[in-house]
């Protein structure tokens, strides 16, 4: 008979892989708000605007595929941590905001400005779309940072009193 008190039988949590699962999710959830709002919703640009209207739908059926797949990806992934109680809440949103961030700042720093497969507006002084869009990013990040930050330190700690 298991004994409830023994430490083997309670729920672990796994605060690495609740991180890493919920920065899956952030990373595909802000290529899905990129994706509907500047490519389907504005129609600022397309994934790849570097050749005709048909390679750019083309290259954002395939980003919203990659995105979708992620997404599905993370929601079995966390739907596994919760069953086996082994989701480390605060280390998810910690995950959730890096995602988040991580997408928003490499889209605008490598897809915008190294790799130039597409600008977020054409017609117009990218400037200020581009700072938004980084700083944006960035804030973002530094809130998973700081969350991460917090979560380690309470993890070490332990539950407060």
Request: proline letters at 4%; one cysteine or more.
């Amino acid at each position: 008979m298991n004994d409830p008190e023994r430490p083997s039988d309670r729920p672990r949590p796994e605060p690495r892989r609740s991180l890493a699962v919920c920065a899956l999710i952030g990373a595909a959830l802000m290529a899905a708000i990129d994706e509907i709002v500047f490519h389907q919703l504005l129609a600022w640009h397309h994934f790849y605007d570097r050749s005709t209207s048909d390679v750019g739908l083309l290259s954002d059926g395939l980003l919203h595929t990659a995105e979708l797949l992620a997404l599905v990806a993370g929601a079995f992934l966390h739907a596994d941590l919760r069953r086996r109680r082994a989701l480390a809440a605060a280390h998810a949103w910690a995950g959730l905001f890096l995602g988040l961030g991580a997408f928003q700042l490499f889209d605008g720093v490598v897809d915008h400005k190294l790799l130039r497969l597409h600008q977020i507006r054409y017609g117009t002084d990218v400037t200020p779309y581009d700072w938004a869009w980084n700083l944006g990013g960035l804030a973002l990040l530094l809130i998973g940072c700081a969350l991460a930050v917090r979560a380690t330190r309470r993890a070490r700690t332990g539950p407060s009193k």
